[in-house]
């Protein structure tokens, strides 16, 4: 840090008199409203203000000695590379006129000129003038963004045949401002590998890795494996992509936001849920819709919004828990009674178990391609007592292991607010509208989705908050119905209604089938009623 701090001490001071110099330059050669005098004035400015707190500066301040130190870092790059040819078009003619005798025509041959680091400042005040209106050229521009433009040519010198990645130009930075840095790592973004723009925060207002790689751990604590179901759903690429794909890719993305870690790297502290292969393609697709800005963007909030408010789920702790005793087989039957559902045959089970671990734990479980088939559609099976019972045997594995948080949690929608991003908003889809289509006119999910304009992976994303009602099937086969017409009609009143009336008759006017009211009698032990016509009960017992 020292020398660091040393390093901008002495470009600062070398600036400084290189901004001396450029009062030297004859004002017959810099007419009035001339951009070297707006060069002159922003340092005078910074000099006897002993603060840079314009243009660049002006969100995020620096002292005189480091935006000066900035000035001659800038200048130097100019002085040591640029020809009259670059500089044409950078700066306006008359000035490029100023210093053509003292500039190169083209570059040496030899591409390892020698650097102007130490703190000498050019002799001549017409290379000062030219250099520091250059430097000011950058340095005035209004934000970050501007800036990385307006720098690229300045790159392109120095690196003509192959764009440079951030690590090669990283010296350039070196005892400046996180300003100019940022600045740097803009200029680079259009040549920059696909990762390395999540990686250096392009699309911040301050783009750079400022995460220490270790420090990294602590966001992986705050991050699923399975992304939240509402964030993969409005980054769903248009075409291609199952939501599943996106929720395993997009975790490790944001874990790599604003630090180093490589892929495979930030995928094993996430409990290996993706590949590299999958999450390069769910990021070259993000990257290639029109959106990406925003989806940028997007990303960017929700991983200061962990980094800044921690979330009630420790998801590390979540993926380092054994889960071998939530919902054992021998306990499905109670939990199908307490959910009032049918116990099922086949696999029926094995998916629920697997979608409560899931629930737990947000991370993908392996499954058969059949039985992932049928736990992506497990939602439109739900029901509201079939989900209560599924809370309250996590929120018990949870108090099992001694742990004191909600069972799932999701970051705030406001996260979104202002973004077009490119996948399906759920806000969009009411819940009353799936149960009109799906229960009332017996529609699929996905004719639903096709319906109401969405996906059919927005409508169990809703169907997962808020479940359908139990159909009638469904409550005949989990014996609600019978348990329910065995309180309306118990022994006695049975008794009675079958010396007087059919059992159809009864059947109709309790709204069950023949044959449920005919095993009810059997199970009371009654005698089966005599065949004829029988009166018509008019009214309820």
């Known amino acids: 840090m020292n020398s660091l701090a040393g390093q901008a001490r002495t470009r600062g001071r070398a600036a400084l008199r290189c901004g001396h110099l450029l009062t030297e330059v004859p004002h017959c050669y810099l007419p009035d409203g001339h951009r070297a005098l707006l060069a002159q004035q922003m340092l005078n400015q910074i ?82 003038a030219v250099s520091l209106t250059a430097a000011a050229e950058l340095l005035a521009q209004p934000d970050v963004h501007a800036a990385g433009e307006a720098m690229r040519w300045l790159i392109s010198i120095y690196y003509p045949t192959k764009p440079p990645s951030p690590a090669h130009v990283r010296p350039w930075g070196e005892g400046c401002s996180p300003v100019l840095n940022a600045v740097i790592i803009k200029a680079l973004q259009p040549t920059m590998q696909r990762g390395s723009v999540l990686r250096y925060r392009t699309g911040s207002s301050l783009p750079g890795t400022s995460m220490h790689v270790t420090a990294a751990a602590g966001r992986a604590k705050r991050l699923p494996g399975l992304m939240w179901g509402r964030w993969a759903l409005r980054m769903l690429p248009p075409k291609g992509f199952n939501v599943r794909t996106v929720q395993v890719a997009l975790p490790c993305l944001v874990l790599q936001i604003g630090n180093t870690l490589t892929h495979p790297r930030a995928a094993k502290i996430l409990g290996d849920a993706s590949t590299q292969e999958s999450n390069f393609r769910v990021l070259h697709a993000l990257q290639n819709n029109p959106r990406w800005p925003d989806t940028q963007r997007a990303l960017l909030r929700l991983a200061d919004h962990l980094d800044h408010t921690p979330p009630p789920i420790d998801y590390q702790r979540r993926r380092e828990l054994n889960y071998s005793d939530v919902l054992p087989e021998e306990d499905w039957h109670r939990f199908c009674h307490a959910a009032q559902a049918a116990v099922g045959q086949g696999p029926r089970y094995l998916v629920t178990r697997c979608y409560l671990i899931e629930r737990i734990s947000a991370m993908p479980v392996g499954l058969a391609p059949e039985l992932r088939s049928q736990l992506s559609g497990f939602p439109a099976t739900l029901t509201p007592q079939f989900v209560a019972e599924l809370e309250a045997t996590a929120h018990a594995f949870l108090t099992r292991c001694g742990i004191s948080e909600p069972t799932v949690w999701e970051p705030p929608v406001k996260l979104f607010d202002g973004l077009a991003l490119p996948g399906f908003d759920p806000a969009a889809v009411q819940a009353r509208d799936i149960h009109e289509l799906m229960r009332k006119q017996g529609l699929t999910a996905a004719q639903t989705a096709d319906r109401l304009g969405t996906s059919s992976h927005v409508i169990h994303h809703i169907l997962e908050r808020v479940p359908l009602a139990q159909n009638l099937y469904q409550a005949r086969l989990a014996g609600t119905k019978r348990e329910e017409l065995k309180r309306r009609l118990p022994r006695v009143v049975l008794a009675q209604l079958g010396r007087r009336y059919s059992e159809a008759e009864i059947a109709r006017r309790f709204s069950v089938s023949n044959h449920m009211v005919a095993a009810l009698r059997k199970e009371y032990g009654l005698p089966a009623p005599p065949r004829g016509n029988r009166a018509v009960l008019a009214t309820d017992p």
């Open 47 to 128: 000099i006897t203000r002993d603060l840079a707190n314009m243009g660049l500066y002006a969100e995020r301040p620096q002292n005189a000695i480091t935006a000066l130190g900035d000035f001659k870092a800038l200048a130097c790059r100019v002085i040591n590379r640029a020809t009259r040819q670059h500089l044409t078009g950078v700066l306006p003619d008359d000035l490029v006129e100023l210093g053509a005798h003292l500039l190169p025509a083209e570059l040496p041959r030899d591409a390892q000129t020698p650097s102007r680091d130490g703190g000498k400042a050019p002799s001549r005040s017409a290379v000062t």
